[in-house]
């Protein structure tokens, strides 16, 4: 089989898909024969995935902070379209803040997505595939979560508890046939990366994500570039495919070696 027909006959489900790394997820798993449910908050993104790649894209809006959400539109999906054999959890929000002035409702809207949010997708779509006896389940955590940054203790924190659980889920599901990992990435040309980007210096703001930045103890990237959206994705769709039947409870780092793997 080639990786062009790597999820031919599969149903893979991925929230935040409506722009970004989400977005070229739904391409990197469709593109390779998948049919996709494609969810986020708004349609606003979703309306041009909508029924391409020969009808094998389904766009549904979803706010994976709502547990009871997540759980009937994954029993919907399943009834409709079959059982999923997939699942890519890419949603995800970042503010930036001191923690001396991070505000309560940042805190907890940051976890309800980033850690929460992960929570309910795996939770709802591994039990339905371990008692299937196989599955696949990738979270898109950050870089972060590895290595201290100033200004992103929240997010830094929500992603380090997302993977986390994910290497639980995955020790729990493992005998089940069910595969658990997540996929770390570092700085990728995306909306939210540009909104950490001072409006106007674009092009500076993003050298100096590539060279670093000592007074705020930040690697660089020692491969000399940002991460495109479809950079990740490719090591979502591996890591979610056959290919790595015997990879689960590992965390991929696709950050250009940013973080020194340390
Ligand atoms: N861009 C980067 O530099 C970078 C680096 C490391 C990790 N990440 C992670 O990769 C993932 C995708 O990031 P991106 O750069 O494409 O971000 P983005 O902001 O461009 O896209 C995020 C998507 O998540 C959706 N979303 C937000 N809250 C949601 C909710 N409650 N329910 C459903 N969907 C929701 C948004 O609507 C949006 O479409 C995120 O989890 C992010 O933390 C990004």
Redesign the pocket.
């Known amino acids: 089989m080639t990786a062009e027909q790597d999820f031919a006959g599969r149903f893979a489900l991925v929230?935040?898909a409506?722009?970004?790394?989400?977005e070229a997820v739904v391409h990197a798993l469709a593109g390779r024969g998948a049919r996709v449910l494609a969810?986020?908050?708004?349609e606003d993104?979703l309306t041009a995935l909508a029924g391409t790649y020969e009808g094998r894209v389904t766009a549904r809006t979803?706010?994976?902070?709502d547990s009871a959400a997540v759980e009937s539109l994954v029993a919907e999906a399943e009834a409709a379209l079959g059982p999923l054999d997939v699942a890519v959890n890419?949603?995800?929000?970042?503010s930036v803040s001191p923690v001396a002035d991070l505000p309560d409702e940042e805190w907890t809207a940051t976890f309800a997505?980033?850690t929460h949010?992960v929570f309910h997708v795996s939770r709802s779509v591994s039990r339905r595939m371990a008692a299937r006896g196989s599955g696949s389940i990738v979270t898109?955590?950050?870089?972060?979560a590895g290595i201290p940054r100033t200004n992103m203790s929240a997010y830094a924190a929500s992603?380090a508890a997302a993977v986390m659980f994910t290497k639980c889920l995955g020790l729990e599901v493992a005998s089940a046939g069910v595969r658990c990992n997540t996929v770390s990435?570092?700085?990728?040309l995306?909306?939210?990366?540009r909104g950490m980007w001072t409006v106007g210096a674009e092009e500076a703001s993003a050298r100096g994500v590539v060279e670093g930045d000592l007074a705020t103890y930040r690697t660089g990237i020692p491969l000399g570039r940002i991460a495109n959206?479809s950079d990740?994705a490719d090591a979502v769709a591996f890591l979610a495919s056959d290919r790595a039947r015997h990879i689960t409870m590992h965390d991929l780092y696709v950050d250009g070696g940013a973080t020194l793997r340390a």
């Not at 898109?140 to 972060?144: E, L, M, R």
């Open positions: 929230t935040g409506g722009r970004g790394i989400g969810t986020d908050l708004t993104g979803l706010d994976v902070t890419v949603a995800g929000v970042l997505v980033n949010g898109v955590a950050s870089n972060a992603k990435p570092g700085s990728t995306t909306d939210m990366q959206p990740i």
